[in-house]
């Protein structure tokens, strides 16, 4: 397969990326820093310079493939319009480009996000026939990007993870490093349900979403099992004291009321607006961490597919935190 991927420098694109070069793929790239491409994979990929911005780039890539895969995207923002202006313009951009590219690619993958959906209730985790409700710019922008992939008319599929974690993510990373300082925050209620994903699984879920038989589909892909907070951020605290060889002790859990969560977001987003600073800590980021359950259901892309998560996510987080300690991110 010849594969053009955007994103594919980040953090799950980098893992796609490598996932579709052990297959034996060839691989393409939307590139704005060719560095960054040469420090990850060396000569083992193609590159197109450009963005989501850049026309001739995207016909070019798209031209040169059978499979594009859309993982470029914004998760940081400093004002709203900017997440509709990369996620949603910058998807329709690619979709054009591919409509109108010579030859045409067979299948267009768009990773999208669990915040496109919404948050999920309690006890019930997400399906795909669920109405969309997302209560975030970011997850807004996600859904718009997804309904410019639907007016399409390639053969498309839609692929929305929940919370992405392994090696070279940058998003948990705050987490593991205060764990390993003694200190387990928690926005958000204990009993907050949620559901996890590993790259390479996640990786594996992209792949496996671009077969003929997924097109005019959206999954969601996650582990089946669905974790509360207070369980998740217990996991990330034993998971970086095994990478540091230390016995587990009792951490201090700091869990501030929902008003005081919300107010102290709210100021950062504030400050860092004045700054003129992307930042994730914000009140549009509050509602988010406040709801109570972000989880769902994996089924429909394992029945479609015989996809499934292998690494759980006690497993998954050992091996973050150790990938972390030996690069010296903790």
Avoid at 94 to 111: D, G
Wanted: glycine share 8%; hydrophobic share 45%; with cysteine.
């Amino acid at each position: 397969m010849r594969a053009f991927v955007t994103g594919g420098t980040g953090f799950v694109g980098s893992h796609l990326v490598e996932a579709l070069l052990d297959r034996g793929d060839e691989v393409l790239l939307l590139v704005r820093k060719p560095e960054r491409a040469a420090r990850l994979f060396g000569d083992r990929v193609g590159l197109v310079p450009g963005d989501l911005e850049d026309e001739r780039a995207l016909r070019e890539g798209c031209s040169r493939a059978d499979v594009v895969f859309h993982l470029a995207g914004l998760t940081v923002a400093r004002k709203p319009e900017d997440f509709f202006r990369v996620n949603r313009d910058g998807t329709g951009r690619l979709v054009k480009a591919a409509q109108e590219a010579s030859p045409r690619p067979r299948n267009l993958v768009y990773v999208s996000s669990l915040a496109a959906s919404g948050p999920s209730s309690l006890g019930r985790p997400a399906v795909e026939s669920d109405p969309p409700h997302p209560v975030s710019f970011y997850g807004k922008s996600k859904l718009a990007g997804e309904e410019e992939v639907r007016r399409s008319d390639l053969p498309w599929s839609i692929v929305r993870p929940p919370t992405v974690y392994g090696p070279r993510d940058r998003g948990l990373l705050r987490m593991f490093r205060l764990a390993r300082k003694g200190v387990l925050p928690l926005v958000g209620k204990p009993e907050q349900e949620l559901s996890f994903v590993y790259a390479g699984d996640l990786a594996a879920a992209i792949i496996a979403a671009s077969a003929a038989r997924c097109a005019g589909k959206t999954y969601f892909a996650s582990h089946p099992e669905v974790v509360p907070l207070i369980r998740a951020a217990e996991a990330i605290y034993r998971a970086v004291a095994a990478a540091a060889g230390e016995p587990v002790s009792r951490p201090l859990v700091v869990r501030p009321p929902a008003f005081l969560a919300r107010g102290l977001l709210s100021f950062i987003g504030w400050t860092s607006a004045l700054a003129g600073k992307a930042t994730v800590l914000s009140a549009d980021k509050a509602r988010e961490l406040l709801a109570e359950a972000w989880a769902c259901s994996p089924a429909a892309l394992e029945r479609d597919t015989g996809w499934r998560a292998e690494i759980d996510l006690a497993t998954g987080l050992e091996l973050t935190a150790r990938w972390y300690s030996e690069h010296g991110w903790l």
